[in-house]
C-alpha cells in the first residue's frame, strides 16, 4: 500500500491500527518518492534474547589465563620502579 504524506498525517492513527492488525507495510511518499515506510515491528522479542543459545563455552571462562607472575603490579617490580622514576624527577627539580 502507497499513500502520500499528507494523506498519512491525516489519517496517522487509523493507519497504524491497520498495520497492526494486517500486518501490511504502508509506503508513504512526498511528490511521488518514497521517504518512509511504516511497517509491523520485525520481532517482538528484545535483540538480545534473539542471541540465546547461539553462543558455545570452549574451555574454562573462570580461572585467569595469565598467572599473578605475569603480572608486575603482583609482584611488586612495577612499584619499585614507579617510586625510582619519582625520586628521579624530584632530584632533576632541584
Known amino acids: ?32 518518492v518514497e521517504v518512509a515506510c511504516l511497517g509491523p515491528p520485525k520481532s517482538k522479542e528484545k535483540p538480545w534474547q534473539r542471541l540465546k543459545g547461539s553462543a558455545q563455552v570452549l574451555g574454562d571462562i573462570v580461572s585467569p589465563l595469565l598467572g599473578d607472575e605475569d603480572f608486575d603490579a603482583f609482584t611488586g617490580h612495577e612499584l619499585k620502579h614507579r617510586a625510582k622514576a619519582k625520586r628521579l624527577r624530584q632530584k632533576r627539580r632541584r
Do not use: N, Y
Not at 489519517?11 to 498495520?19: A, G, R
Open 1 to 32: 500500500m502507497t499513500i502520500t504524506a499528507s494523506e498519512f498525517k491525516a489519517k496517522c492513527l487509523s493507519l497504524m491500527e491497520h498495520v497492526r492488525k494486517s500486518g501490511e507495510s504502508i509506503s508513504i511518499t512526498k511528490r511521488g
